[in-house]
């Protein structure tokens, strides 16, 4: 198994271009969620799934969207970048029950 | 109004000493706890858990201990090794309801040779 992968690893990006950061997991986990990272900061959650079809808003979710249309994918749209969303984004899953949730690599995002 | 506070930014210890982590929470409706490990450039990495229905959960170096009238948890890591310096996140889900999590803003832990 791969596990969470995160594609890209890196993207730079000029005020107000939109992008999409890709999350994808194969290990068949119900829950997958999106967190950001800022120095002092911690983990924020942006949004979550519980399942396919299945979105909700997480504690800062203002600027990104989320769509899970197959249980494998997750990605995380920002439809016009804003500087204040440079940071470092990681995707998560979990099966269903269990709390433990497995990250993926993470994606580091500038915004100019 | 942060729910999950590790309060120590930074923890120094010697290689072969202990290490002590600690996390603490306001939220009552919390019930099961999780310490994450993170290096540098990597995401972070799951090291161990415990419910409220417990107060000490072992594994191996690690062992997490849990107070919940003080609201407080710890992790203790023996003996530390140079490898084991990383960011340490605390997290904690709310009973019932979705797998959310939420985060402390981590302890930076260096274990010097």
């Known amino acids: 198994n791969a596990g969470v992968t995160q594609t890209p690893k890196f993207q730079v990006l000029k005020t107000g271009q939109s992008m999409t950061l890709q999350c994808a997991q194969d290990?068949?986990?119900?829950?997958m969620s999106w967190y950001r990272q800022d120095p002092g900061m911690g983990l924020r959650l942006i949004h979550y799934?519980?399942?396919?079809?299945?979105?909700d808003q997480g504690e800062v979710p203002n600027g990104y969207n989320v769509s899970r249309s197959t249980t494998e994918d997750f990605p995380l749209r920002l439809l016009s970048a804003a500087p204040s969303q440079t940071s470092v984004y990681f995707c998560?899953?979990?099966?269903?029950?269990?709390?433990?949730?497995?990250f993926g690599p993470g994606t580091r995002l500038t915004v100019l | 109004d942060q729910q999950v506070k590790q309060n120590s930014p930074s923890l120094s210890v010697q290689e072969g000493r202990i290490s002590i982590l600690n996390c603490d929470y306001t939220n009552s409706m919390f019930d099961y706890f999780l310490w994450y490990k993170k290096y540098p450039a990597e995401g972070p990495t799951f090291l161990i858990s415990i419910s409220s229905i417990k107060d000490k959960n072992e594994d191996g170096r690690f062992t997490v201990f849990l107070n919940k009238s003080a609201k407080h948890l710890s992790l203790h890591i023996v003996p530390s090794q140079p490898g084991d310096s990383a960011v340490y996140f605390c997290?904690?889900?709310?009973?019932?309801?979705?797998?959310?999590?939420?985060f402390g803003k981590g302890t930076k832990l260096t274990v010097n040779p």
């Open positions: 799934s519980v399942g396919a079809g299945i979105t």
């Open positions: 998560a899953s979990s099966p269903r029950g269990v709390h433990e949730q497995f």
């Open positions: 290990m068949n986990h119900e829950y």
């Open positions: 997290a904690a889900k709310v009973q019932g309801g979705s797998e959310k999590l939420v």
